[in-house]
C-alpha cells in the first residue's frame, strides 16, 4: 500500500535557525529516501517528465535510487540537467514535475526534488563522459543557470566553449542572490566545478559590453554566442527619500550578504548593519530571502510590506511558510509613499497607506487600490525594496542589431533562442524576464540544440 503523503524531510528548527546561516532543509537520510522512492509507480507514461522543463527522465533516476545506485542515479538526471544539487533545493516542483505526478491527485505527490537532490548529494563518484573535441569556439554571455546548462550541453557537444561572467564568481542569482540558507555556495560551486570539468572556461570579471562587445566575439572567431545575462537591473519604488543611506535594493543587500559575505564580518571585510527595525517591500521569493537574512542578521523586527493580499503573493508557498514561522511580519495591503531621514540623511522610517483590492489588472490579479485617508508610519532604520528586477542594457547597448523589446530585453524565438542577429542567440531572464533557474535552463538546453544545429549548417 502506497502512503498517501510525502516523507518528511528533516529542517532546522526555527528558533536555532534565524540565528545562523546553515541550510533550512537537511536533506533525506539514506532510509527516508528508499522510502520515499518506494512511493514512485514507475508509470510507462510519466506526467511529471511532461512537467520538467530539461525532461529529466524521472522514474528511471528514482528507481536507481531505490536499487541504491546512487552515483548512477546523478548520472541520469545530469543527461539533461547540469544543475541537480542546486534544482533539488530551488525548482518550484509544486508547479513543475510533482504538480503532474500521479499520485498527487489523490494525495501527496512524489517529493521528485528532495530525491533529486539525494541522489546529487551522495554521488561519490562524479562521471565525466569522454568528448571528442570539434575545436569550434562557441561564447556564452553570464555563468547563470541558464548559461551553465547552455554552456554544459555544447561542451559535451564538442565545442569548445568559454563563458564570460561579469561578476568575481561563477552562478548567477544562485551564487550573489539565494542566500546561503537555501542553497550553500559550496553546492553551487561544486556543480560549477564539474561544468568546468566538462570543458567549459568560465571567464569571471569579464563584462560583455565594455570589455568585449559581441562583434568583438564574433571577430575572436567565436562562431555562435548565447545571451544568458539575466535580468540583473533593480527596479525602484520612485519615492521620495530612496536615495537616504539605508535603502537598499535587494539586489545590492542580497549581493553584499551572499557574494561578499557580510555575514561573516570582520572574516570577510563587507559590513552591514541592519539595526532594529527592518522593512523589505515586495512578496516575491526575493523579499523573502531578504526578509529572513535580515532577520538572520540580527533585526528584532522585520516588516514585509506588500500593496496585495497572502494570496496574490508570487513567493513559494514553502518559502512563506519558512518566513512566518521565522517571526517575519507580514503587512499586507500596505504601499509605502515617502521615506523619512535624518540630518545625515539616514533613512528613519516610512510613510505607509493602507490599500483595497479593485478589479484585476493586466495580470489577472487584483489591482491594489489606496484607501484614503488611511497614512501611518513605521519606524525601521532598513529599508530593502524587492519589487522585482529589469534587463541589464550593458551587453547589447553598443549592439543595435540584436533587437530588445520596450523593457529592455533581448527578443528571441521562443523554442530556438534565435535573436535578430545571426549566429547569436539567448535565453532565461534576459529574455523572459525574472522567472525560474529550471526555465532558464529549460531556455539554454534548448538552444545549444539550435546552436549546434547552425553551427553544423554553416561551418561545413
Ligand atoms: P542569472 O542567474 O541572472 O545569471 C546571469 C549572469 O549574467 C549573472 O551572473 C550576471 O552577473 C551575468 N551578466 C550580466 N550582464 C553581463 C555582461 N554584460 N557580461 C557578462 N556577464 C553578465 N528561481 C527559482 O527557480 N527558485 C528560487 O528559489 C529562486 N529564488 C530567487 C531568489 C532571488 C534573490 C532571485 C534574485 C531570484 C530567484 N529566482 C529563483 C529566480 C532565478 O534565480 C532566475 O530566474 C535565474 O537565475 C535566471 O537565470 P539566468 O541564467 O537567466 O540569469
Ligand atoms: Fe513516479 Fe509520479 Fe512520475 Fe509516476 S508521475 S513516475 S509516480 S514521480
Request: proline letters at 5%; charged letters at 25%; aromatic letters at 8%.
Amino acid at each position: 500500500m502506497i502512503k498517501k503523503e510525502k516523507i518528511k524531510m528533516p529542517v532546522q528548527e526555527p528558533e536555532k535557525r534565524v540565528k545562523n546561516f546553515e541550510e533550512v532543509e537537511l536533506g533525506f537520510t539514506e532510509e527516508q529516501a528508499l522510502e520515499e522512492a518506494s512511493r514512485c509507480l514507475q508509470c510507462k507514461n510519466p506526467k511529471c517528465v511532461e512537467g520538467c522543463p530539461v525532461k529529466v527522465q524521472i522514474p528511471e533516476f528514482i528507481k536507481l535510487i531505490c536499487e541504491k545506485k546512487y552515483d548512477a542515479a546523478a548520472k541520469k538526471i545530469k543527461e539533461t540537467n547540469s544543475l541537480p544539487a542546486v534544482c533539488g533545493r530551488v525548482c518550484p516542483q509544486e508547479s513543475q514535475c510533482e504538480g503532474k505526478c500521479v499520485l498527487g491527485k489523490k494525495g501527496e505527490p512524489v517529493s521528485i526534488g528532495r530525491l533529486e537532490r539525494f541522489a546529487a548529494d551522495n554521488e561519490k563518484t562524479v562521471y565525466i563522459p569522454e568528448i571528442k573535441k570539434n575545436n569550434v569556439k562557441v561564447a556564452v554571455v553570464g555563468s547563470g543557470p541558464g548559461g551553465l546548462t547552455a554552456a554544459s550541453a555544447l561542451a559535451q557537444k564538442g565545442y569548445s566553449v568559454t563563458a564570460f561572467e561579469a561578476l568575481n564568481k561563477a552562478g548567477g542569482v544562485l551564487t550573489y542572490g539565494i542566500p546561503e540558507f537555501r542553497l550553500p555556495k559550496k553546492i553551487v560551486e561544486k556543480e560549477c566545478d564539474y561544468i568546468s570539468q566538462l570543458g567549459v572556461n568560465i571567464k569571471c570579471n569579464y563584462v560583455i559590453g565594455k570589455i568585449y562587445t559581441i562583434d568583438d566575439l564574433i571577430k575572436k572567431g567565436y562562431k555562435a554566442i548565447f545571451m544568458a545575462n539575466g535580468a540583473g537591473l533593480p527596479k525602484f519604488l520612485n519615492i521620495s527619500g530612496e536615495n537616504f543611506i539605508g535603502v537598499y535594493s535587494a539586489n545590492e543587500f542580497l549581493t553584499r550578504v551572499n557574494l561578499m559575505k557580510s555575514y561573516k564580518f570582520p572574516e570577510y571585510d563587507t559590513p552591514i548593519d541592519v539595526g532594529k527595525n527592518v522593512a523589505v517591500f515586495g512578496g516575491g521569493n526575493v523579499a523573502m530571502d531578504a526578509c529572513r537574512c535580515a532577520k538572520r542578521l540580527g533585526a528584532e523586527n522585520v516588516y514585509c510590506v506588500y500593496r496585495r493580499s497572502k494570496i496574490e503573493m508570487p513567493a513559494r508557498a514553502e518559502e512563506i511558510k519558512h518566513a512566518e514561522e521565522e517571526g517575519i511580519i507580514f503587512n499586507y495591503l500596505t504601499n509605502p509613499i515617502k521615506f523619512t531621514g535624518d540630518s545625515n540623511d539616514r533613512v528613519t522610517g516610512v510613510e505607509c497607506i493602507k490599500m483595497e483590492l479593485g478589479e484585476p489588472d493586466a495580470s489577472g490579479r487584483r489591482k491594489p487600490v489606496e484607501i484614503k485617508d488611511s497614512n501611518f508610519f513605521m519606524n525601521i532604520d532598513t529599508a530593502i525594496i524587492a519589487i522585482g528586477q529589469s534587463s541589464n542594457p550593458i551587453a547589447v547597448e553598443n549592439q543595435p542589431d540584436i533587437k530588445t523589446n520596450k523593457w529592455g530585453y533581448i527578443i528571441a524565438n521562443e523554442i530556438t533562442g534565435e535573436t535578430s542577429k545571426l549566429g547569436v542567440y539567448a535565453g532565461g531572464d534576459i529574455v523572459t524576464g525574472a522567472a525560474t533557474v529550471i526555465l532558464a535552463m529549460g531556455a539554454g538546453l534548448n538552444a545549444a540544440k539550435y546552436i549546434d544545429e547552425y553551427i553544423q549548417k554553416n561551418n561545413s
